[in-house]
């Protein structure tokens, strides 16, 4: 093949180097589900596009599991917020509350952003979460209010994030 014939811009095919995807979510939807469709566990509607609570459907509606549901019940967070440090030992319980009114207020507005499990020990308080942005949420809750540390952890190839907490 001949320099003339090779088209400017044109480079060769490597193959020699994996291509890494852009994003990986086996809980995001592949496609759009048929409106409306009811979660069969939890009671979210998908309409207009979006999981939505407080919504009334015909009862032959489509049924299927919401990603918030199937991530609880494989076991599989998508956030972790750990809270630690010996100002927690000393309000524990106003912190604790704080997580689950902040999560109740988001999880009010978004079906998706769910707690799946709050751990409590003396030194550390952890929570899981179906929602990285849920996670990120509760962390910048509990920091806005009692100040500290708070770092945040995010790792790509999972889209798992994790939030740190301490004072």
């Known amino acids: 093949?001949?320099?003339?014939?090779?088209?400017?811009?044109?480079?060769?095919?490597?193959?020699?180097?994996?291509?890494?995807?852009?994003e990986h979510d086996s809980y995001k939807a592949r496609g759009k589900f048929p409106e409306p469709t009811i979660c069969s566990h939890c009671g979210a509607v998908f309409h207009i596009g979006r999981w939505q609570w407080g919504i009334t459907v015909a009862s032959d509606a489509h049924r299927a599991s919401?990603?918030?549901?199937?991530?609880?019940?494989?076991?599989?967070?998508?956030?972790?917020v750990f809270l630690t440090g010996a100002f927690l030992q000393a309000y524990h319980e106003e912190i604790v509350h704080l997580v689950r009114n902040e999560a109740e207020r988001q999880r009010a507005e978004h079906p998706l952003k769910r707690v799946m499990a709050i751990d409590e020990a003396e030194?550390?308080?952890?929570?899981?979460?179906?929602d990285l942005h849920l996670a990120r949420a509760l962390g910048e809750a509990v920091h806005h209010a009692y100040q500290g540390e708070l770092e945040f952890h995010y790792n790509p190839q999972e889209m798992l994030l994790r939030v740190h907490w301490s004072r």
């Open 66 to 80: 919401c990603p918030a549901c199937q991530r609880v019940h494989d076991h599989c967070p998508a956030g972790y």
């Open 1 to 22: 093949m001949s320099s003339k014939s090779i088209p400017p811009g044109y480079q060769p095919v490597r193959r020699d180097r994996l291509l890494q995807e852009a």
């Open 123 to 130: 030194v550390e308080i952890q929570v899981s979460t179906t």
